[in-house]
Nanobody, 126 residues
Framework: VQLQASGGGLVQPGGSLTLSCAAS????????MGWFRQAPGKERELAAA????????YYADSVKARFTISRDNAKNAVYLQMNSLKPEDTAIYYC????????????????????WGQGTQVTVSS
């Protein structure tokens, strides 16, 4: 399983970015997906998660109403649309995957995920 995150960069406060995560080596529609982030000096935290079908999503309070997670199972990809970015959103963003057969749920703990991408840097600064 390989996860390749992309789309990070430098953006001014109030700006927008869209992160992409391309997955390979897996049956994508069997996997719950999450976007985590790790700011300098802080622990990695979940920003958003999405069920296998994409019907249900979860957002951390800090990003709710500003970020949108989505997926395209035909393209083996998950996305994170980030709007109204703030300096405190500066972090390395990681996509993560966990296979789940049967149930349609999402996971919120880092330890729930089995596969991780390499991360993409997002810097929000003027």
């Amino acid at each position: 399983v390989q996860l390749q995150a992309s789309g990070g960069g430098l953006v001014q406060p109030g700006g927008s970015l869209t992160l992409s995560c391309a997955a390979s080596g897996l049956t994508f529609n069997r996997y719950v997906m999450g976007w985590f982030r790790q700011a300098p000096g802080k622990e990695r935290e979940l920003a958003a998660a999405i069920t296998k079908t994409g019907e249900t999503t979860y957002y951390a309070d800090s990003v709710k109403a500003r970020f949108t997670i989505s997926r395209d199972n035909a393209k083996n990809a998950v996305y994170l649309q980030m709007n109204s970015l703030k300096p405190e959103d500066t972090a390395i963003y990681y996509c993560a995957a966990r296979e789940l057969l049967g149930a349609t749920v999402y996971f919120v703990r880092e330890s729930d995920y089995d596969y991780w991408g390499q991360g993409t840097q997002v810097t929000v600064s003027s």
